[in-house]
Structures are given as structure tokens and as C-alpha cells.
């Protein structure tokens, strides 16, 4: 099975700006992966690359089986906008969709900062079920999705 | 950055949120104000005032935002729900936002979900489906696929269903499809979904690809059209002008994200049948590889990123298909220019992607001529997951034209490797030397070196391994020895490798002692100058080398004898230690030079089977990503018992017999007649009789174990018991005689077990006739995951019908785990085939004729009565098969002898299927009835 396990932001002290899960975890479980890409995702400089493969022991009644993820992160100021897959899925495609998802945020609130996130949270789940549902990608074309949510806006 | 202030009673708390953030706030303060808040909340909930929907709203987004802060929120549910029906979207909205992202599946809540979620799904309001939509494929909890897996596609096809729903309605049903597939039934909507690549709106052809890729990959004819229109969409895309598609195109690349999945879709199939399918697809994929060659449109890297994603699925398919070799070469020799790019990124792509061309018989030469590059880049990449794919590849691009320079180039990059590979590319080298190994010298010296280079992570299966080696092959072991000894002589060396040349010269020393600078007593003074430094197991192995010493050397015997005889020997604390040297002792002074010679004869080759080491590769990385070009060739055996095994993976892990566990081996003779009492043993020793001490509380077999003891009759391995904590493997081999069973035990859990005692049982009536011991007990701690493996010998002096107890005790977390198995020693095990020619099976059988020699039994098939399956059984259950014997070619006739220490009982069976009546009748013949009424009880039992 190929696509998204979860996005996560977060900021360089591992704060969770946003985590939004494709699959079932428990409370535990995603705790564990927060501080997990946390840890190797900070660790990391330009001269690496942008992917890391993170080896995650699956639940308790299966531990002779591993669970191979791989996080595609990108670094935007003092944020990580990471997307964890399945470890055959295209580097290079999620690396391009966190881009395109950043300029939808970006022109969606006007150079988005942090505090964007953190007060707009309700709004940044709705540019990510634009994007991204059910952990493959939706929609890719930044001006149908901005026209949505202006659309959506005009509702509020 | 404030766009969208709004809610005047967010002010204290984004306050706080800021204040977490720039000032890192102190802890406590933060909770004091947020449990005021959810008082407030409350409060405001349990009101006698009737909230209006703009509070609801209000105070349900603050809970969310508390939640979110990372705090635990226990009410509200309820409001939220009530949000769901509001006409407001900001209202509706928050309510799905709160049920998304707090489900809780248990709820009566769930009812009064889904059915907000019905009507929003009826409303025809295309802002309400959407929610509505996105809050299933959200929690996609087997409730809602009940509740909506029937309704979801109708709005997918339906005529006038806007685009925007259709994309949400798509990927909503591959959510339930991945979590509840059964509840998804194909139907009339398939034939229109695949419609949809199609589709005017290339979000809706985005959408709908994942969906049809999902499905296809579970059901490939249902969807085999889709690749045609696959191929024209994608045929469109890549021939587009970069303009074309307007806001597709992203950094002047056409809908890059739609040709990645359209390649993905054409990866669950064959090349197209179809040769103008065909020939349109390769078009497309010349043209993506023409273009990677073009000049960039763009400087940024966002163009090249979305240029390669596409560029690299196209590599992906090509080499999935793996049948065209001028575009496996040109993907090849893309790839080679991307291991020189300046791009991190695209050279670690390169070398990851190249990795699986390598297996392809078309490009494995081109990809062997990057080889220096590879090397270069174990040497010079910064980035440690860098390094690791050059190490893949190396391996991957490995043959025996190769292979001397690869092994040595790993090796070099081992004594700098990371730590947190090393242990992997200990296992490749180890398997590289064995595989490509011309001259067994190389590979003995290659594995030393690895010994000495990076001896910590030289697993037990690497130095097991080299000891089966150089044991199975005559022609390498004067040369181990004289390596070993050679290697032995530096002043500090790993202790691995004091084990495995405690081995090697234990058991071939003598090829070496010819030299005067490697006499017996050079060679027994090396070892034990290294004894007082090495753990507890290595002393021990070393014990069993002096002994093998006194048999080789008797010059050396007193010498021996000596150090066997020091009190820091004798009365070592260790009771293992002791034992060994208490026995050993003794058998050197009493036994005599033939029953020594026989006792500690060479060890007799071990069965060839796969590389252990291979197998802990494969469980390390994953099936998938070890490449074994031989995989296919290896044997298997037949599960003669038909049904699928639930033998896990990690069984293949524990091929290995361990040459430590028991250095006397089975091929030894039973216990010398002057040997040391067993019972004087305190535990543990190499001969210890397990029987003797009677288990006291024992519990009653375990379910369903009846079934899985009748699964082994006919063979020899797989999982004897499984339950959620532990499972039980089995391995074994009989001869004549003598039976030599490996059991596994694997902890499934993540916690240890404790006092973990496994325990062999025979009832009194079974226990003069069969022998069992086991070898060496195993350590009382299993740690969450592990497994560990205990040997047990078996003898069998004479017939018998009961089946020796396994019982293991330990405990889990805080409680007591019993567990009683029967272990599968069948009076069959000792079986030996003899092959005979119909006068000779006839006139044995007249002989037989004597009412007590027979035993017959009729009775129905239990399973469907199959030729083939039925002539396995018979071999499997030991006798010879014997072809052309009975008149009637419908029979099967068999015979074999029953070896016991006491007796040689001859077998003839004889079994006719009666397809109509779907019944069997099974004669059995032997000498001895009570051993034709047991054969016969346990052969009818497998049909």
C-alpha cells in the first residue's frame, strides 16, 4: 500500500504545528513518530538529503514485522513540513507537493508565518483536505484550490 | 500575519499559545489557565441557557485548540455533534473538524454522525458533501464503510455531480477500501470510474487514478482497461507543450503529480498486449527520457524536482517491466550522470533506483560500469543514508567477476562506517564471500577480517557459518587452521574470533601440528592464554576444545588434564564451566582411546540449507529489499499437510543448528558406558537428563495443539504452537535412531519474558523408551522480540506410542504463563525407506500373515483425496513409496524399517483410496503389532 501516512509541521524546538494522520495510530504510537521525526529531521543539514527512512516497530502483537516509512521533509525558516510514505513511494513528487502546498499557504494567508498555523488551525485542515485526502494527493493546481477556499471563505 | 482575527474569547488563550512559543512559558502557568477555560467551557455547556449555534462554535473550536496545545479533552462530543446539523458552513465545519480529528469509534455518538453525514451527503449542496466527505475518508472507520460504502460511488458517477465532489467522493472510497474492502463491491460504477481518466478536469483524473490504482493492484482484470486510457492520458501530458496545461503545469512541467500516479497505475500490470498500446506507452517513455537530456526551462529547483519525479517513476516502470533492454540501458545511463550530480538528493535517487537494475539480466552490465563511482561515493558522501545506498548497490551490482573488489571495498569502508550500519554490512560482506567464493581460502581470510575489523558486529549466524564451512569442505580446513592459529596470535584479539578458532583447531588442529611452531602444546597454550579474558560461553566452547585436544594429542592429555583439574575449573562458580570440566575430566581418565576417538570424533557436515546469514539480511531490511538473484533455485520443501502454514518469515531465520550448543554433536556416540553420571549434573550440562526431574505443576495441553502435533508426522518443521505472546518453531532430523530437534522460541511482545523454563516431560510409561535430552538450557530472560533456540537429542530404544510433553513456564508483565505443548517425536521419525520390487513386497507380506502382525483401519477422507498429496504424505511419513508393486495402480504400497536401539522392526503398508465412497483402507504389517497399531493410528489420521 503506497501513500501518506502523516503530515506533520513542526517547529525547530519539535513543537506540532499540525499533524494530520492517514492511517490508524495509536495515541502512543503517534507520539512516539512526533518525537521520532523530530529527532532525525533536526539533526540534518543541506548537505543531506531531503528524505529520511525511519524504521518504526509496529504494534506490540506483531513485532516480528516492521513498519518502513520514510519521511520527505523540507525546511521553510523555523518550520519542517514533513510527509511520511510508504518507502516506494516518489521522493521527488512529495518533496514538489510540500512546495506546492507551502505557496498555496503562502498566498492563501499573505506570507504565512508560524502563528498563522497556530491561530488559523481550522483553516490550515481545510487547505489540507484540498490537497490531500484520504493520504494521496487531490487536488495539485494552486489556483483551483485558492479559488475553493476563497469560495469557502466568502462563507464564513 | 493576523489575516483572520476573530473570536474575541481566543484573546487569553493565543496569549498563551504565543507566549509557549516566544517565551517558552513556563509549564505550570499554562495548565492553571487552560483548566479555568475548560471550566468556563463547562460551565457554558451545562448552562441553563440554550447556546446558540455561534457559541457552540465558538467554545467547541477552543476545545479543539486546547486539544491541539496537547492536552486531553473529555467533553464536548456531544456539542460538536450538534454543530453537524447547523445550516451555517463555519459551524458545520467545526463540528467535522472536531469529530475528524477526536473520533472516538465507541460512542453512541457515532449514529447520530453518520446520520449528519447522510444528510449532508443528500443535501446536493456541494460545500456540505464535501465536508461530509472528507470527515469519512478522515476517520474511515469500519462503521462508516458500513454505512456508506454502498453509497459513495453513486455520487463518484453520477451524471451531475460537481468535480470538486468527485475528487473528495474518489479518494473517500479508496479510503474505505484500504481500511473495509470487503464492504466495497465492485459493481457497474467500476467500468465508469476508470471512465474518469478520461475526464476534462485533471483533478478529477488526479483523484481518480489513486482510487483505480488501489483497486487494480486487488483486482487486476477488473480494471485491465484502464491502462490503455492510461497510456493516451499520460501519451497527452508528455507531449503537451509546457504551457498547455495552464494551472497543471507547475514550474513548467506539465501536471508532474498526475504522470507519477498514471505511472504508478501502469506498474500493476504487464507491458500492454496490445502493440499500439505498446508502442504509444514507449513512446512516452523515450520522450521523458529525451527531455531529461533537454536544457532546463527553469534555474529553480522546483522545475528539476518535478521534471526528475517523473523522470524516476518512468525509470520505475521501465525496470518494472523489465523487457525492453534499450530503455533499461538508457535508464541506466541516466542514472550513472545523476551519481555525479551536485544534487544530493538525485545522487542518492540514483544510486537507490540503479540498485534494482542491477537485478535485471539487460542492464546488470551497464550497471556494473559505475562502479568506481559507487566506490567514490562510499568514500565521499556526507550523508550516512548516502553511504548506505552505495552499500546496497555495491552489493546489488555484485558478481563473481566483482566480487574480490567489492568485498575489499567494504571491508575498507567498515573500518570507518557508521555504527549504525555496520552490522548490516558485516552480513553482506559475509554473504558476498560466501556466494561468489572461487577459492574457500578468500572467503575464510574475509571473514577473519571482519572478525578483526568490526568483531562486535559479527553475529552469532556469521562465525556459526564459517565454522559449517570450512566443517562441510575438506579441501579449506588445514588452511583455517592455519589461519586461526595465525590470527590467534595477535596479543588482543576479538573474542569472536577466539570462538571460532577455538572451533576450527578443536576440530582440525591436528592438520597443523606437523609444524613444530604450531605443536598441540603451542597451539593448546595460545587458546588458553586467551581463556581467562573471554565470557562465560567461550570458556565453555574452549573446555570442549581441550577435550576434543586430549582425543587429537594425547601428548597434551596431562597437560590438559592439569587445567581441567585447578580449582578455578573444578569449583568454578559457573555451574555450566563446572559441569563441563567435571565431566570432561572424567571422561578423559576413564574412557578408553577407542571410546574417546568415537565420542569426540569430527563434527559430521552439516545438511546444506540457506544461508542463515541471508535470512537475518532479509529480516533486517525486509523481504522486498534483499535481492537474491538465486532465490528462485532454492529448494523447498512440500507442505505435504496441503493447508497454508502460518509459519512466519523469521522461521527461516532459525536454519542455523548452533555449533556451540553441543560441540560432542549427534553424529557422537550415545552417552559413553564410563561416562559421567547425569544424574550428579546440577542443570545444564551437556548431557543432562531433563526427565529426572518430573515437573510438579503442569499445565493441560494447550488448545488446538492436538491439531498442529498431527501437522508434523509427515514433516519435520514449522510452527509447532503460536498464541499472542509466543510462538514456538520447530526444525528437525532423524536418523536411524537418533533424532536431533531445534526449538524456537519467539517472544511476539515487546516485553521480556522472565524465569522463562522450558521443560521436557516423559510420563513413566513412555519414558524407558525413548530418550530425549536437552542440550543446554536456555537463558531465563527472552527479551521483547527475540527469539531463542534450544536442541534437544533424542533416542529411541525402543517402540512407543505416547508423545514426550514440552512444558514452559515464565512470566509476562505480572502474571504466570504456562504453556504444555506435545512435542511431535512419532514412532514414525524412525523410519528408514527401503526400497523393494513386488515379488520380494509380496512374499514379506504373506510372511506378515500371522493375525497379529496386522492391523487394518477403514476409514473416510478428512481431506480431498489428491494422488499427489497422498504420495508425499507416504514419503514424508518415512517409508519408501514403492511404484509398480500393487496390482491395482489406484494403491499405494510402502515399506521401511523402524530403527530402535534395541531392535530393527520391518514395515509394509498398503493403502487404497475408494474415490466414490471417499474412503480409505490402511493395512499395516510389521512384526510387532503394538507398532503396526500405532503407525497405523498415526498414518490414518493424515488423510
Known amino acids: ?156 | 500575519c493576523f489575516l483572520f482575527h476573530r473570536g474575541e474569547g481566543f484573546n487569553g488563550l493565543f496569549l498563551l499559545a504565543v507566549a509557549s512559543i516566544t517565551l517558552n512559558f513556563v509549564k505550570e502557568a499554562e495548565i492553571k489557565r487552560i483548566n479555568k477555560e475548560l471550566a468556563n467551557i463547562r460551565s457554558k455547556f451545562k448552562g441553563d441557557k440554550a447556546l446558540d449555534g455561534y457559541s457552540k462554535k465558538k467554545y467547541v473550536c477552543k476545545l479543539l485548540f486546547i486539544f491541539l496545545l496537547g492536552h486531553d479533552i473529555d467533553f464536548g462530543h456531544m456539542e460538536a455533534v450538534n454543530l453537524l446539523s447547523s445550516n451555517r458552513y463555519t459551524e458545520k465545519q467545526i463540528g467535522y473538524l472536531f469529530i475528524s480529528v477526536l473520533v472516538n469509534s465507541n460512542s453512541e455518538l457515532i449514529r447520530l454522525i453518520n446520520n449528519a453525514i447522510k444528510n449532508d451527503l443528500a443535501s446536493r449542496n456541494p460545500t456540505f458533501m464535501g465536508l461530509a466527505l472528507h470527515c469519512i475518508a478522515s476517520v474511515g472507520s469500519r462503521e462508516m464503510a458500513e454505512a456508506f460504502a454502498g453509497e459513495i460511488p453513486k455520487v463518484l458517477v453520477a451524471g451531475d455531480t460537481m468535480d470538486s465532489v468527485k475528487q473528495s467522493a474518489a479518494l473517500c472510497l479508496l479510503r474505505l477500501y484500504r481500511t473495509s474492502p470487503d464492504l466495497v463491491p465492485m459493481g457497474d460504477w467500476t467500468s465508469r470510474v476508470v471512465h474518469l481518466l478520461n475526464d476534462q478536469h485533471l483533478g478529477v483524473v488526479t483523484a481518480a487514478t489513486s482510487l483505480i490504482t488501489t483497486l487494480a493492484q486487488k483486482n487486476p482484470e477488473e480494471f485491465k482497461t484502464s491502462v490503455s486510457l492510461a497510456v493516451s492520458r499520460l501519451s497527452r501530458i508528455v507531449t503537451s507543450a509546457s504551457t498547455d496545461l495552464q494551472d497543471y503545469t507547475y514550474y513548467f512541467v506539465p501536471a508532474p503529480w498526475l504522470s507519477v500516479k498514471l505511472l504508478r497505475l501502469l506498474q500493476c500490470y504487464p507491458p500492454p498486449e496490445d502493440p499500439a498500446v505498446r508502442g504509444r506507452l514507449t513512446e512516452c517513455l523515450e520522450t521523458i527520457l529525451n527531455k531529461a537530456q533537454e536544457p532546463p526551462k527553469s534555474k529553480k529547483v522546483q522545475h528539476s524536482n518535478a521534471k526528475n519525479a517523473v523522470l524516476f517513476e518512468a525509470i520505475s516502470l521501465i525496470i518494472h517491466h523489465d523487457s525492453e533492454p534499450n530503455l533499461l540501458v538508457r535508464a541506466c545511463n541516466q542514472l550513472g550522470q545523476f551519481l555525479q550530480h551536485r544534487e544530493t538528493n538525485l545522487r542518492y535517487l540514483a544510486l537507490e533506483s540503479m540498485c534494482t537494475l542491477a537485478s535485471s539480466e539487460f542492464s546488470h552490465e551497464a550497471v556494473k560500469t559505475h562502479i568506481e563511482t559507487v566506490i567514490n561515493a562510499l568514500k565521499t558522501e556526507r550523508d550516512v543514508s548516502v553511504r548506505q545506498r552505495a552499500v546496497d548497490l555495491l552489493y546489488a551490482m555484485c558478481d563473481r567477476s566483482n566480487a574480490p573488489q567489492i568485498v575489499a571495498e567494504m571491508l575498507s569502508y567498515l573500518e570507518t562506517a557508521d555504527y549504525s550500519i555496520r552490522e548490516e554490512i558485516v552480513l553482506k560482506v559475509a554473504i558476498l564471500a560466501e556466494k561468489y567464493a572461487v577459492d574457500y581460502t578468500w572467503y575464510v581470510d574475509t571473514i577473519l577480517n571482519l572478525i578483526r575489523i568490526a568483531g562486535d558486529y559479527v553475529s552469532e549466524e556469521v562465525w556459526y557459518r564459517v565454522i559449517q564451512i570450512v566443517i562441510n569442505r575438506d579441501d579449506v580446513q588445514g588452511y583455517a587452521a592455519k589461519t586461526v592459529f595465525e590470527a590467534l596470535q595477535a596479543p588482543a584479539c576479538h573474542e569472536n574470533l577466539v570462538k571460532v578458532g577455538g572451533y576450527i583447531l578443536g576440530e582440525f588442529g591436528n592438520l597443523i601440528a606437523g609444524d613444530p611452531r604450531s605443536s598441540p602444546l603451542i597451539q593448546f597454550n595460545l587458546l588458553h592464554s586467551k581463556f581467562h579474558l573471554c565470557s562465560v560461553p567461550t570458556r565453555a566452547l574452549l573446555l570442549s576444545t581441550y577435550i576434543k585436544f586430549v582425543n587429537l594429542f594425547p601428548e597434551v592429555k596431562p597437560t590438559i588434564q592439569d587445567v581441567l583439574r585447578s580449582d578455578s575449573q573444578l569449583r568454578n562458580a559457573d555451574v555450566e564451566l563446572q559441569q563441563r570440566a567435571v565431566e570432561y575430566l572424567r571422561l578423559s581418565t576413564v574412557a578408553s582411546t577407542d571410546i574417546l576417538a568415537t565420542v569426540l570424533e569430527e563434527m559430521p557436515p552439516f545438511p546444506e540449507r540457506e544461508s542463515s546469514i541471508l535470512a537475518k539480511l532479509k529480516k533486517k531490511k525486509g523481504p522486498s529489499t534483499v535481492t537474491d538473484l538465486e532465490d528462485t533455485k532454492r529448494e523447498r520443501s512440500v507442505d505435504v499437510n496441503g493447508g497454508p502454514e502460518p509459519a512466519p518469515a523469521s522461521t527461516s531465520a532459525m536454519s542455523t543448528p548452533s555449533p556451540s550448543a553441543d560441540l560432542l554433536g549427534l553424529g557422537a556416540a550415545p552417552p559413553a558406558p564410563a561416562g559421567p553420571p547425569p544424574s550428579s549434573s546440577g542443570g545444564g550440562g551437556l548431557l543432562v537428563d531433563v526427565f529426572s526431574d518430573s515437573a510438579s505443576v503442569v499445565a493441560p495441553l494447550a488448545p488446538g495443539s492436538e491439531d498442529n502435533f498431527a501437522r508434523f508426522v509427515c514433516k519435520n518443521n514449522g510452527v509447532l504452537f503460536e498464541n499472542q505472546l509466543l510462538q514456538i518453531g520447530l526444525k528437525s532430523e532423524f536418523r536411524q535412531n537418533l533424532g536431533r530437534m531445534f526449538i524456537f522460541y519467539g517472544n511476539k511482545t515487546s516485553t521480556q519474558f522472565l524465569n522463562f523454563t522450558p521443560t521436557l516431560i516423559c510420563s513413566d510409561e513412555l519414558q524407558p523408551n525413548i530418550l530425549g535430552f536437552i542440550t543446554k538450557p536456555v537463558d531465563p530472560t527472552v527479551e521483547g522480540g527475540a527469539q531463542v533456540q534450544q536442541v534437544v537429542n533424542i533416542e529411541c530404544v525402543s517402540d512407543f506410542t505416547e508423545a514426550p510433553v514440552l512444558n514452559i513456564q515464565f512470566r509476562y508483565g505480572g502474571t504466570f504463563q504456562n504453556v504444555s505443548v506435545q512435542l511431535p517425536i512419532t514412532l514414525n521419525k524412525f523410519f528408514q525407506p527401503t526400497e523393494m520390487a513386488s515379488q520380494d513386497f509380496f512374499q514379506r507380506w504373506k510372511q506378515l500373515s500371522n493375525p497379529q502382525q496386522e492391523v487394518q483401519n477403514i476409514f473416510k477422507a478428512k481431506h480431498p483425496m489428491d494422488t499427489e498429496v497422498t504420495k508425499a504424505k507416504i514419503i514424508g511419513f518415512g517409508s519408501a513409496l514403492l511404484e509398480e508393486v500393487d496390482p491395482n495402480p489406484a494403491n499405494f504400497v510402502g515399506a521401511g524399517i523402524i530403527h530402535t536401539k534395541t531392535t530393527q522392526i520391518g514395515c509394509l503398508l498398503r493403502l487404497e483410496p475408494n474415490l466414490q465412497a471417499q474412503m480409505y483402507r490402511l493395512t499395516l504389517r510389521t512384526s510387532k503389532e503394538a507398532v503396526s497399531q500405532r503407525l497405523c493410528e498415526l498414518l490414518s489420521a493424515q488423510f
Do not use: P
Request: glycine share 4%; aromatic share 12%.
Open chain 1, 1 to 156: 500500500m503506497g501513500g501518506i501516512r502523516f503530515i506533520l509541521i513542526q517547529n525547530r524546538a519539535g513543537k506540532t504545528r499540525l499533524a494530520k494522520w492517514y492511517m490508524q495510530f495509536d495515541d502512543d504510537e503517534k507520539q512516539k513518530l512526533i518525537e521520532e521525526v523530530h529527532a532525525v529531521v533536526t539533526v540534518r543539514d543541506a548537505k543531506h538529503t531531503n528524505f529520511v527512512e525511519v524504521i518504526s516497530v509496529a504494534d506490540s502483537l506483531s513485532v516480528l514485522q516492521f513498519r518502513n516509512f520514510k519521511i520527505i521533509y523540507r525546511r521553510y525558516a523555523g518550520l519542517y513540513f514533513c510527509i511520511c510514505v510508504d518507502v516506494n513511494d516518489n521522493n521527488l513528487a512529495y518533496l514538489e507537493a510540500i512546495h506546492n502546498f507551502v505557496e498555496v499557504l503562502n498566498e492563501y494567508f499573505h506570507n504565512v508565518c508560524e502563528l498563522d498555523l497556530v491561530f488559523n488551525f481550522y483553516k490550515v485542515y481545510t487547505v489540507v483536505d484540498e490537497m490531500f485526502l484520504a493520504g494521496e494527493i487531490r487536488e495539485t493546481s494552486q489556483t483551483k484550490v485558492l479559488k475553493q477556499l476563497l469560495m469557502l471563505q466568502s462563507l464564513e
